[in-house]
């Protein structure tokens, strides 16, 4: 099976921080990956896809990058409302998709 | 609009059995699989298993083998997981997610989330 690794589990940021998450698969997934985010109490929400492809109607402050093992979702500017957990999915081992442990982003 | 709306919220004993709906509306419902993820309290998401709405396939997570079915009924769009031999660390909020494949696989829709308790 392939695990997912997320880096770091907690950050702390202010508003207009520039953020990076990464990702890194314990096997090579090209760029079958996508990122989530979840706020407390709600659904997931698709943010990226395919690494760095941003779902519609995702901010573009948003934006993802990588392939192979290693993969970061940057948010440039954050804001108040970006205060979340995020999570990413290797999408390479359709329909088996396990996602990684999260990150949780506090303002 | 599209969307996934699940069944209520459940309390169950140990060893019970739970079954969980997502009805789906706005899309064409056979065209795109229905996943189902689970959360833990304070914990992260759990890749449950997979169905496809065309002919029935199903996928399951290796720790859920035998104790979990997942099931569709075309004719009201509806979507179903049971899962049996509940414990207590099947207390979660669980999810159902459209799989798109224009997307990848990846899941543009989700349901509400159905709290599962399990609890003597």
């Known amino acids: 099976d392939i695990q997912l690794t997320q880096s770091p589990s907690f950050l702390s940021a202010s508003v207009g921080d520039r953020v990076t998450i990464t990702c890194r698969a314990s096997q090579g997934i090209s760029r079958y990956l996508a990122w989530y985010q979840q706020k407390p109490g709600k659904a997931p929400k698709l943010l990226i896809y395919a690494a760095s492809t941003l779902q519609s109607g995702v901010p573009s402050r948003f934006s993802g990058s990588g392939s192979g093992t290693e993969f970061t979702l940057t948010i440039s500017g954050l804001q108040p409302e970006d205060f979340a957990t995020y999570y990413c999915?290797?999408?390479?081992?359709?329909?088996?998709?396990?996602f990684g442990g999260g990150t949780k982003v506090e303002i | 609009q599209v969307q996934l709306v699940q069944s209520g919220g459940e309390v169950k004993k140990p060893g019970a059995s739970v079954k969980v709906s997502c009805k789906a509306s706005?899309?064409?419902?056979?065209?795109?699989?229905i996943s189902w993820v689970r959360q833990a309290p304070g914990q992260g998401l759990e890749w449950m298993g997979w169905?496809?709405?065309?002919?029935?396939?199903?996928n399951f997570a290796q720790s859920l083998q035998g104790r979990v079915t997942m099931t569709t009924d075309t004719s009201t769009r509806t979507a179903y997981m049971e899962l049996r031999s509940l414990r207590s660390d099947d207390t979660a909020v669980y999810y159902c997610?459209?799989?798109?494949?224009?997307?990848?696989?990846?899941?543009?829709?989700w349901g509400q989330g159905t709290m599962v308790t399990v609890s003597s």
């Open positions: 999915q290797q999408l390479n081992t359709y329909p088996v998709l396990a």
């Open positions: 169905i496809s709405t065309d002919n029935g396939d199903t």
């Open positions: 997610a459209r799989n798109s494949p224009r997307l990848w696989g990846s899941f543009d829709v």
């Open positions: 706005g899309y064409t419902f056979s065209s795109f699989a």
